[in-house]
């Protein structure tokens, strides 16, 4: 039984500690016949109420393999919509100096998912698509000192997970708790503590760097 306890919470810290330490910062890229159109925020992590960019990137395979090229005046018929549930607005899409690459500014208001959608045609090629970008994000994630002691919460809930995985592997030592098939059950049993241990560690360490 113990076996299993430490193959669960083996798992459960190194999905915890993996999700934690791994950046979802992405753009979004669809393709539309030739044309490659990626979709994100300028800065990222997106923040609730604070200025914001939305930046496209629109390219077709070059002349050589592996090189594309920028697609100028991309928008000329095309409209753009962002869109937060039932709510909708129509983007003012402005061109950057570099060819390919558009932005358009906003103010996200509210947390959560947003869609991008692109109607029209860019030289010939119907454009119909949806992208979404990154969920926005709470001021917490830049709020320094931190306004709540949830994080605190969070570290003592790990390190209390810690203390009943030292208590385990004690017992496993003392042979308080016995396993069924003898060394090689302890073995696996002791190395999968040290997993949980080391991968709730990494947990508290990113929470900490989190706040």
């Known amino acids: ?14 999905l915890i500690s993996v999700g934690m330490l791994t950046p979802s910062f992405a753009h979004t890229t669809v393709e539309v016949e030739q044309y490659k159109i990626e ?6 992590p997106p923040v609730v109420g604070i200025r914001n960019d939305v930046v496209f990137k629109i390219t077709e395979s070059g002349e050589t393999e592996g090189t594309y090229r ?6 000329q018929n095309v409209e753009a919509t ?16 570099k060819p390919g690459y558009y932005f358009s500014s906003i103010i996200p208001t509210k947390t959560g998912s947003y ?10 090629v119907i454009v119909n698509v949806q992208i979404p970008i990154e969920d926005v994000e709470s001021t917490s994630v830049l709020d320094f ?17 810690i203390s009943s995985l030292q208590q385990d592997i004690s017992k496993l030592k003392s042979g308080e708790t016995s396993t069924s098939n003898g060394g090689a059950a302890y073995d696996f049993a ?3 503590l040290s ?16 706040k």
């Open 1 to 14: 039984m113990i076996v299993v306890k430490i193959v669960i919470l083996s798992l459960m810290a190194l």
């Open 39 to 44: 979709a994100g925020w300028g800065i990222e």
């Open 70 to 75: 920028g697609i100028t005046s991309a928008f």
């Open 82 to 97: 962002v869109m937060y549930g039932g709510a909708s607005k129509n983007m003012d899409i402005n061109s950057d100096p």
């Open 115 to 124: 869609l991008v959608d692109l109607q029209g045609e860019i030289r010939g």
């Open 145 to 161: 000192p931190p306004t709540s002691s949830e994080g605190s919460a969070d570290v003592s809930a790990l390190k209390n997970a």
């Open 190 to 192: 002791i190395f999968g």
């Open 195 to 210: 997993i949980a241990a080391a991968a709730i560690i990494l947990a508290i360490i990113a929470l900490i760097k989190r």
